[in-house]
């Protein structure tokens, strides 16, 4: 590495940092207020200060220090998406939904990998092995793009859970089949009907397993060591190094890094008895920038390698609607076999969250790379595409589709009436760790008995509040109640159609509990419109 190669990498990094504040900055200030994912915003930063103005670039250094600093940023880049995406998964919840998230991140990538190939192939006339490749590529979803409009919009928090779940898993599920995909297209000139679906399957599994082995075993360990640490300061850098040993471990060993760095992330982010409060609340600062930070390098970077040609190629953006359209039709089919519990509503969500962002565009830049593969123009061309119309039609859309299918008006009494009984939960956790802290004597009875007193006595207030609301805390109590019991009563509907169509029970029987479930299910909601 030269010096010459030096001064422009400073100072294209130092215009990223620059770029990156100014992201920030447009993100607090414009994009947040009209609600406009984050990433639609990056894109056109990223599309103005590259191909239009060309400001950000790396033409000044070499091709091979060029591509060894994208293969850096790209895969710094990945493996903090994907631990971050880990680390801030709710374990209780993921296993909850885990089959809902294991087919939609596994059968759901392969469906849409295979089907989306085909119509590119048709589309294009390129060898089908090739399309598949691209299948495989925009088969990654970034839901993340969308959670946060979610959570603003009061998005239930089962598809908050499934939607983040699946954002962890899917991502790695399609880089390991691109992986296995690259491989077959440099191994071999056969067809792809003569391609060992066996060996191709064999290899999937040992980077997934590999991946999930490698990652569970250091995130325990890594846990071990953060319970005997006893400086906070190290803290987020012993995160950090888990991120990085457990992505570049296990693509030494050949198996999956994007895996073996979710489930390392996973398996910290469940272990939270490793953290003191402050501690996982550092924790969670740092990996929440370093996941901006991840986007907006994918995005800006993009903006210096992606040719303008490849934005104003009519042709391509054509073929990219068709196939952005397939790819949600397809994504609604597997909703459809994951989620038969889920109102339909919900579904419809799910669908429509599923946005191509960060992932599709690091294996597009990292397919400008591969001298071994044909088709790069095209490839790349869709891609760009279908990703520049998912964040435009999806990620733009998403919000008035989620106030349009869960209505969110609620009144000033329902609104105070949730703060306080959150403010309640959290007086009552604050009280069962202080008794933790003194039946492990970490306080004597003095500090006990004087925090006891000061936690209680705003308990006390927060109940008294609650109270009186008259009237309407039975209301508010009630809703829940409703709630619940609908949830129930639609999973046991979907239980009872198991049965039936598995011939456990008869058609007779079958009706008479489904219309006396119906009856029930038109009470509930009939109730609940009412209040």
Known sequence: MNESFIEPLLLNLSLLIVLGIAASYISSRIVRPIRVPEIFALMLLGIIVGPVLNIFNLDAVSEHERDLLIYLLMHISLLTLLFEGGFNTEFGEFKKNIRIIGILASLGIIITAACVGAVIAYLTGIPLIYGVLIGAVLSATDPASVISLGRALRLPKRITTILEGESAY???????????IVDLIG????????????ETAVKFLEMFLGGIFIGGSLGILVNEVLKRNKNEHYTVWITILLASISYFTAEHFGVSGVISAV???????VRTDAFTPREHRAVQDFWEFARFGANSIIFLVLGTLIDIEYLANIEHFAIGFVILISLVLIRLAVVEIAALSLKRNLKCIITWAGVRGSIPIILAISIAGMPHLEHKDVIIGIISSV????????????????????PTKISRDARIYEELKVRERVLRGGLKSLDRKFSRGDIDDVAYEKLTEKIGGELEKVKTLIKSLTGKQMEFERKEELEIELEV?????????????????????YKDIREELDEKLLGIRKELKGI
């Open 387 to 406: 990703v520049f119309l998912s964040i435009t039609i999806q990620g733009l859309t998403s919000a008035p589709l989620v106030n349009r299918l869960i």
């Open 489 to 509: 009563l639609e999973e046991m509907a979907v239980k009872l159609r198991n049965e039936f169509v598995s011939g456990s029970i008869t058609e007779g029987a």
């Open 187 to 198: 191994a071999s000139t056969l067809s792809i009907s003569d391609i060992a679906i066996s």
């Open 170 to 180: 899917n991502d790695a599920t399609a880089i390991i089949l691109f992986l296995v």
């Open 263 to 269: 489930t390392a992330g996973m398996v910290l982010g």
